[in-house]
């Protein structure tokens, strides 16, 4: 439906999608462009009335400020996909595109169905010209997939399709939002395409340094950021590989990680060992990689990549069984309380987090399992429904580590850098121990207090006789 505003607004924004790229970003958009009216639509009406109420459906630092500025004015959410299609001169689609889990492929290729369902329903509803913008993360080629059905009808309507990648993180999203290293705007190079691509590129630069804002072809865009997700995550399974060989010869990981992220060359991003990485892209798109490098026949590329999973596996896998050696070689009826379900700090999203995979194995273990974390508990308790054993939830880390064998830190969350471990030791079942997957508490300082602290890729420091 348009309204009064519209005779003022320059263009008409649709977002097709309202998780976690569509809601921010959209946010971001509608807040440096007050000229431009920008609706976001799902088709999971939950999700709308979230984003419609005080409750917003995802948690993340700033956004509530920013959705709260712009909300009502020229920023809204509705179920009304069709309608907003119609009324649209530029769609970004930002639905999700998770690993297939059926046919062929499974396990690896990227689930297209919904990519696909959102262009037949833009050309279904499109009564004007549109361009067509992937913000959702693709296997190259895709755009070729939607400007074929886009155009398999001689409607008179044309639409340009664009690539423009997110690169947000979430837990810092309104920060890359607002500051972001790069935008990519990728086109056809025809006079259309790079028309099209100028569109775009001027509403990013009502916020962002002209030369921070990048152009390329179409299938560039769409492999960049597979790429730079591969790339990120390599290094994250770099330095955990490294850390299992710290392990075994008294180096300290942190060390290692600081004399070689100081050659500049190398950089000291990223090089935080860890239980492994979560969130909902790193995997999937790595798979989406591998699975285009096997389709290719390039099978030595892909198995390079794969790797990079298989190490994060192996990383997880490890962190139980350092667990159990250290614990007497059996965890049946230990109380271990989980420290941070979120597969990061300052998110609610616990997607792949390293820590389903340790509760699960540990109730595989017979081990009693206790859940703690600021904002992941919702999403928690239905990651693990259905699971044989002793669960239970916390929000007071206290309450959560009282009468336990052991915490396992899982999330880097800040709180847990400044709780009264003294308090906590206190209520512990003794030997008591520590399994920082994190690398983030004064493990000399909890090992005074009486704990066995088994960091990550750095010696244990144990009470015990060797
Ligand atoms: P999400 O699951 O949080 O949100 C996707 C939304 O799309 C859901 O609310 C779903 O209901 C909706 N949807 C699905 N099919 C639809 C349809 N046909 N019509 C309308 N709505 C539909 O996913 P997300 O985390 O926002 O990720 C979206 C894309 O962005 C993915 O391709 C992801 O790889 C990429 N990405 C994600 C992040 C991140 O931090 N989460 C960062 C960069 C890129
Ligand atoms: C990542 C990328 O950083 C974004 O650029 C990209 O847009 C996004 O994926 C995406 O495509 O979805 P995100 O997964 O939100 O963002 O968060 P990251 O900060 O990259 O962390 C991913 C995982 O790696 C987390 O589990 C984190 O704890 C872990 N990590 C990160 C480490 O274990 N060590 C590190 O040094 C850094």
Redesign the pocket.
């Known amino acids: 439906m348009k309204t009064k505003l519209d005779a003022v607004n320059k263009k008409n924004i649709l977002c097709i999608g309202a998780g976690y790229v569509g809601g921010p970003t959209m946010a971001m958009i509608a807040a440096k462009c007050p000229d431009y009216r920008v609706t976001v639509v799902d088709i999971n009406p939950q999700r709308i009335a979230a984003w419609n109420s005080d409750d917003l459906p995802i948690y993340e630092p700033g956004l509530d400020e920013l959705v709260r500025t712009v909300r009502g004015k020229n920023l809204f959410f509705s179920t009304d996909i069709e309608g907003g299609i119609r009324d649209s001169d530029i769609i970004f689609v930002s639905v999700n595109t998770p690993t297939k889990t059926f046919g062929a492929g499974a396990g690896m290729a990227a689930d297209l169905q919904y990519w696909e369902k959102t262009a037949r329903q833009i050309l279904e509803n499109s009564v004007s010209n549109k361009i067509v913008i992937e913000k959702s993360?693709l296997p190259v080629k895709t755009a070729l997939a939607m400007e074929r059905i886009l155009n398999s009808q001689p409607n008179g309507i044309s639409f340009d399709v664009l690539s423009n990648p997110?690169?947000?993180?979430?837990g810092s999203a309104i920060r890359d939002l607002e500051n972001p290293d790069r935008i990519l705007i990728g086109s056809r190079e025809t006079k259309r395409g790079r028309s099209a691509r100028n569109t775009i590129v001027e509403i990013y630069a009502r916020w962002i340094p002209r030369d921070r804002i990048i152009t390329t072809n179409i299938w560039s865009s769409e492999l960049s950021k597979l790429v730079?997700?591969a790339f990120?995550a390599q290094r994250?399974s770099s330095i955990n590989a490294i850390s299992a060989l710290c392990e075994k010869t008294e180096a300290d990981v942190t060390e290692v990680a600081r004399a070689v992220g100081m050659d500049s060359r190398i950089g000291a991003k990223?090089?935080?060992a860890?239980v492994g990485?979560?969130?909902?892209?790193?995997k999937k798109?790595i798979l989406n990689l591998v699975y285009l490098c096997r389709f290719y026949g390039l099978e030595e590329v892909a198995d390079y990549w794969e790797s990079v999973v298989n190490i994060n596996a192996y990383q997880q896998e490890r962190f139980i069984m350092n667990m159990m050696t250290a614990m007497f070689n059996t965890l049946a009826g230990k109380r271990i309380c989980i420290f941070g379900f979120a597969?990061?700090a300052d998110t609610g999203d616990t997607r792949e987090s390293p820590a389903i995979f340790i509760a699960k194995r540990l109730l595989e273990e017979h081990a009693e399992v206790v859940i703690s974390d600021p904002k992941a508990l919702d999403n928690a308790r239905i990651d693990l429904s259905g699971l044989a054993g002793v669960l239970d939830y916390r929000e007071d880390p206290y309450e959560a580590a009282a009468g336990c064998h052991a915490l396992a830190v899982m999330t880097?969350w800040g709180i847990y850098r400044t709780l009264d471990y003294e308090r906590i030791y206190r209520e512990m079942v003794k030997p008591a121990f520590i399994f920082d997957g994190r690398n983030i508490l004064d493990h000399a300082a909890c090992f005074r207090i009486g704990f066995n602290v088994y960091p990550i890729g750095k010696p244990p420091l144990t009470h015990f006789d060797s």
Request: proline residues 0%; charged residues 20%.
């Open positions: 993360t997110e690169f947000l993180a979430e730079s997700n990120l994250i990223f090089l935080n860890s990485f979560g969130g909902s892209c790193f798109d597969f990061k880097e």
